[in-house]
T-cell receptor, first 118, second 115 residues
Framework: AQKITQTQPGMFVQEKEAVTLDCTYD???????LFWYKQPSSGEMIFLIY??????QNATEGRYSLNFQKARKSANLVISASQLGDSAMYFC???????????????FGTGTRLLVSP | GAGVSQSPRYKVAKRGQDVALRCDPI?????LFWYQQALGQGPEFLTY????????KSGLPSDRFFAERPEGSVSTLKIQRTQQEDSAVYLC?????????????FGQGTRLTVV
């Protein structure tokens, strides 16, 4: 089964500190993509970072980096120098092929609520 | 606008009422997805359109749910005879190319509350 597991319902971090949000995934596919999205209270899903299954280097986007450990099937998000505006829900997602259809869909975890304190 | 637009942002429906949720994808985007996000959960796939063709509707929870995209742009998700378990945020996403292999852009969602 294609599944994303986020075991941290909530995380607290002080402003300017770094924080790691955990994500493990399960798939038998060789080709897949891993994403992190931020969902503020306004509701939209904001794309943060992407890692392809064949990418050897860990992805980085500004203050965001993805710690990809393929053998462990983990794709943790690291946010450096946290800011108050980082407080939101964070979702890990995997893009997978839907069998016999020719398209890919996103499978999401249950999310982690991050609270950044001053 | 430049992004994916959904309307209404909020909808309160009495149990048994029919509702229609609208999604305006980014112009020219071929792929369109609907996801359902229950409270405290991650989004779950409902259905996929490639232009006007609905290629997969395996995620629709029951035959009360119906989606269409008749001209390959705007899409409507209709829920007939709403039930309390239909209360959720409904998210629409579009991506440029067929197959959903390019970046998905999400709307702000429609929060449906069935009372």
């Amino acid at each position: 089964a294609q599944k994303i597991t986020q075991t941290q319902p909530g995380m607290f971090v002080q402003e300017k500190e770094a924080v790691t949000l955990d994500c493990t995934y399960d798939t038998s596919d060789q080709s897949y993509g891993l994403f992190w999205y931020k969902q503020p209270s306004s509701g939209e899903m904001i794309f943060l970072i992407y890692q392809g299954s064949y990418d050897e280097q860990n992805a980085t986007e500004g203050r965001y980096s993805l710690n990809f450990q393929k053998a462990r099937k983990s794709a943790n998000l690291v946010i450096s120098a946290s800011q108050l505006g980082d407080s939101a829900m964070y979702f890990c997602a995997m893009r997978v092929w839907v069998r016999n259809t020719g398209f890919q869909k996103l499978v999401f975890g249950t999310g982690t609520r991050l609270l950044v304190s001053p | 606008g430049a992004g994916v637009s959904q309307s209404p942002r909020y909808k309160v429906a009495k149990r048994g009422q029919d509702v229609a949720l609208r999604c305006d994808p980014i112009s020219g985007h071929v792929s369109l997805f609907w996801y359902q996000q229950a409270l405290g959960q991650g989004p779950e796939f409902l259905t996929y359109f490639q232009n006007e063709a609905q290629l997969d509707k395996s995620g629709l929870p029951s035959d009360r749910f119906f989606a269409e995209r008749p001209e390959g742009s705007v899409s409507t998700l209709k829920i007939q005879r709403t039930q309390q378990e239909d209360s959720a945020v409904y998210l629409c996403a579009s991506s440029l190319l067929e197959g959903g292999s390019t970046e998905a852009f999400f709307g702000q969602g429609t929060r449906l509350t069935v009372v």
